[in-house]
Each structure stands twice: as structure tokens, then as C-alpha cells.
């Protein structure tokens, strides 16, 4: 889905992306963000494995966080670090983009309520996460949530569907979205018990274990298996 409302489909590769009747070659146009989110709601700990690599158990409930719409950046965007901060990290992760307003949705109904699926990069502020709380400038600074290329409908995406983040070409994240610790499914209701989702919203489903610092020059890509690559670009702040 772009940002008129269009869904994108698994093949956008092979036969270009349609928008308002005309098809684009993808190398020819600038892929937006593909929702314009009142919110983007945020999973920690979901991954067994990366729980553990932070020396922390799985929690009992969705541990949640926020990511605010300044947070959102696009595929192939550039995006700079923070200045003077030591330690910022990539996190690969599955992002839901919700296709309905919704609100108190129950665990067998909810993937009704789901547009498609995409890429996202959960870009953390590990100096400021460690003090605060609430994570807010530890997880919610300016372009901290890239999300894309596509939205693609659920129906294309395997239920074991490989998540794999790479830096620089190395592989860094290998897993699998069957191994979440809490499904799509029960972290809508979990959400939908305290707020109302928008279409549009995002729910970032949280990051196999694999994360790791980012430094000037660096190119991370997610890629899910039924959707694609998400691409970004990491600079030094400009001042």
C-alpha cells in the first residue's frame, strides 16, 4: 500500500508497481514510505533468542513501545546518525501495517484488521535506552523507523516466512517470523485492549537476535521472504 491507499504486491519487481492506472519501473521512482501512520506501536523482546543475547527473559505480556510519525523514513532514505552518541543499533524486524480503525479486537478475528505486511528497521539509541524508562529518545528520534519498499497482503507471505538483516552484505539477522514469541495475532488484541488502531498504523513485531551497533557508511538491509529487501544508508550527522 502506498501512500493513496494502493496495495503492492509480492511480483512488484518482475511487473512494476501500479499506481492510478500507469505502471513504474521501480529503479525510475522514489518509494515512499508505504502508510502515513497516526502511531507506530513497537514490540521488545518478542524473539526468544534476542531476549536472551540482552540478558533479559521473555516477558509475560507484549512489552510495547512507541515510535511517533516523525520516527518514519523510507526505503533508500539516508539517514544520519545521532551526534555524540556511542552506541546506536539496527533491528530487522516484520512491520503489520493495519488496514482498518479498530479497537478491542479479539486473537481470531484480528488479522482482519491487516492490510499487509512490510520491512522495518527499528534504528535504537542504545546510550539513552539504557537510563530511560520509557525509551523515548532511546527509540524515537527523527527517522528511527524505516518501513518498505511494499506492503504486501498477508496471503504472500509463508507463515515461516525467513527474516534476514544484512550489514554491509554480511549476514547479521537469520530467522524465521514463526519464531516470535507473541503472534500478529494476539499483539493486536494485546494493543486493541488500550488503543484504537488507525489504518495505516504500524506494529513493529520486534527483532531476532543479531543486533548491532551502526557507524558512518554503513548499508543495512531487511529482507522478508514474500516481501523484499528494505534499504537504508547511515551517515554522520551533518551538524
Known amino acids: 500500500m502506498d501512500r493513496s491507499g494502493n496495495v503492492l504486491f509480492g511480483d512488484w519487481k518482475e511487473h512494476g508497481i501500479e499506481h492510478q492506472n500507469k505502471i513504474y519501473d521501480p529503479s525510475d521512482i522514489d518509494i515512499l514510505a508505504p502508510s502515513n501512520p497516526t502511531k507506530i506501536i513497537c514490540v521488545g523482546r518478542n524473539y526468544l533468542k534476542h531476549a536472551e543475547e540482552m540478558n533479559n527473559e521473555l516477558p509475560e505480556r507484549p512489552l510495547l513501545f512507541i515510535k511517533t510519525p516523525n520516527c518514519l523514513a523510507s526505503h533508500e532514505d539516508y539517514i544520519e546518525l545521532l551526534k555524540d552518541i556511542k552506541r546506536m543499533d539496527y533491528e530487522g524486524e516484520l512491520a503489520v501495517i493495519i488496514g482498518q480503525r479498530c479497537k478491542h479486537v479479539k486473537v481470531d478475528e484480528a488479522l482482519d484488521v491487516v492490510e499487509g505486511y512490510s520491512c522495518f528497521i527499528d534504528v535504537t539509541n542504545r546510550d539513552d535506552q539504557r ?12 527517522n528511527s523507523a ?21 550489514l554491509n552484505g554480511k549476514v547479521k539477522q537469520d530467522s524465521s517470523i514463526d519464531h516470535m514469541h507473541f503472534s ?3 499483539l493486536i488484541e494485546e494493543i486493541t485492549r ?7 498504523d504500524i506494529i513493529a513485531t520486534g527483532t531476532p537476535e ?22 537504508n544508508y547511515f551517515i554522520k550527522p551533518s551538524r
Open 184 to 186: 500478529v495475532a494476539e
Open 131 to 142: 537510563w530511560e524508562k520509557n525509551w523515548f529518545r532511546g527509540k524515537a528520534f527523527d
Open 146 to 166: 524505516p518501513v518498505g519498499p511494499v506492503v504486501v497482503s498477508p496471503r504472500y507471505i509463508p507463515d515461516d516466512a525467513r527474516i534476514q538483516t544484512r
Open 194 to 200: 488500550y488503543i484504537t488502531l488507525e489504518r495505516g
Open 210 to 231: 543479531g543486533v548491532g551497533p551502526l557507524n558512518d557508511g554503513d548499508t543495512v538491509e531487511v529482507e522478508i521472504e514474500g516481501i523484499g529487501t528494505l534499504r
